[in-house]
């Protein structure tokens, strides 16, 4: 069960039914597995004797994806099946290791990418994103191209050349923009692709990377009107800092576990203020400390420091964690965006 909990999540599997039971039970069961390789890696990752799915999805897929990403996904295959726990710790040590040198390699990347935007792409005209470099790993494409989609809301391809100018490229888009059906538009400029609606993959001639820029951008205009391009975040309920309780925190963790099809709850909360300047953390994580009324709340805004936040008081998009620190547990706020507060 352990082992069908960690697939499950990492692999985004719907979090609905029997999946989802079965994900439940998994995780109880984690903090204590007796597999060597997965108690190494929650003693790698931190994990303080209790899992979640974000623990998961964050800390446990991450290690074992990075090996594929850096060419030698037989290391986490032998982390998972190892039964002695001395190689289980070393493998695990070797996995975080590939995890870092993932990291640098999507930093570099993105930095690049970024770098070309800023010298030919207009986020007003321009409805696509691609981009290609003989300098970039095929093994991180899909991670950048992921956060420029999120970054831009724009549907992305980032595209790692060989020395024989075949482009090996992943894409991620927005609602309402197959990547499929794109790709089958624009089949002319492609040696292959495939994939799904949400991320797909290809292989192009280097040649050829304008000509599919082009085709790529008719096609997303031709199929959607200007209101679908524009980013949206779609919340569930309105809720005030008075009602964030442990008793509700209780309430909520037996929607537990979130994933895909069974997503965390967003909320909102208006007129929000600081009652402190934001701490920044590494990777331009953010610590807020924010008020409402009489009342205050911990928060995290993940990449927050990337961009200027306005003055505030803030209308404040949000999901929920339980965090526990030092025997202590609290309710904590993950920021999802913040604007300006309105009225």
Same mark, same amino acid.
């Given at each position: 069960m352990d082992l069908v909990a960690v697939a499950t999540i990492s692999d985004i599997v719907p979090m609905v039914g029997e999946n989802r039971l079965m994900v439940r039970h998994g995780l109880k069961h984690l903090p204590s597995t007796l597999n060597p390789g997965l108690q190494a890696l929650q003693e790698v990752t931190g994990m303080n004797g209790r899992a979640t799915a974000m623990d998961v999805g964050f800390r446990i897929g991450p290690r074992l994806n990075a090996a594929g990403r850096m060419d030698v996904p037989e290391d986490a295959l032998e982390t998972l099946v190892t039964n002695c726990r001395r190689l289980a710790g070393e493998m695990a040590l070797k996995l975080d290791d590939y995890n870092r040198e993932r990291q640098a390699y999507e930093a570099l990347i993105?930095?690049?990418?970024?770098?070309?935007?800023?010298?030919?792409?207009?986020?007003?005209?321009?409805?696509?994103?691609?981009?290609? @470099?003989?300098?970039?790993?095929?093994?991180?494409?899909?991670?950048?191209? @992921?956060?420029?989609?999120?970054?831009?809301?724009?549907?992305?391809?980032?595209?790692?050349?060989?020395?024989?100018?075949?482009?090996?490229?992943?894409?991620?888009?927005?609602?309402?923009?197959?990547?499929?059906d794109a790709i089958r538009f624009c089949e002319g400029d492609l040696v292959a692709g495939g994939g799904h609606a949400m991320a797909a993959g290809l292989s192009i001639e280097e040649g050829k990377i304008d000509n599919f820029r082009s085709h790529f951008s008719d096609y997303v205009l031709n199929h959607t009107s200007a209101e679908q391009r524009q980013p949206k975040l779609i919340y569930d309920t309105e809720i005030g800092f008075e009602q964030l309780s442990l008793e509700f925190l209780? @309430?909520?963790?037996?929607?537990?576990?979130?994933?895909?099809?069974?997503?965390?709850?967003?909320?909102? @909360?208006?007129?929000?203020?600081?009652?402190?300047?934001p701490l920044h953390m590494k990777n331009n994580h953010l610590r807020l400390t924010l008020r409402q009324g009489y009342h205050e709340q911990d928060s995290v805004f993940f990449g927050g420091g990337e961009y200027p936040l306005p003055d505030p008081p803030w209308d404040i998009a949000f999901t929920i964690d339980r965090n526990n620190f030092r025997g202590r547990t609290t309710l904590q706020l993950i920021i999802q965006d913040v604007r300006a507060a309105e009225g």
């Open positions: 993105r930095k690049e990418a970024t770098e070309m935007l800023t010298r030919d792409f207009d986020p007003e005209r321009d409805p696509v994103i691609v981009l290609g @470099s003989r300098d970039w790993h095929h093994g991180v494409v899909g991670i950048v191209a @992921s956060r420029l989609m999120r970054q831009y809301h724009k549907p992305t391809f980032i595209i790692a050349i060989d020395e024989n100018g075949i482009g090996k490229g992943s894409g991620r888009s927005i609602e309402g923009v197959s990547l499929v209780s @309430s909520y963790d037996l929607l537990h576990p979130f994933g895909n099809g069974n997503p965390q709850p967003v909320f909102i @909360s208006r007129r929000v203020g600081l009652s402190r300047p």
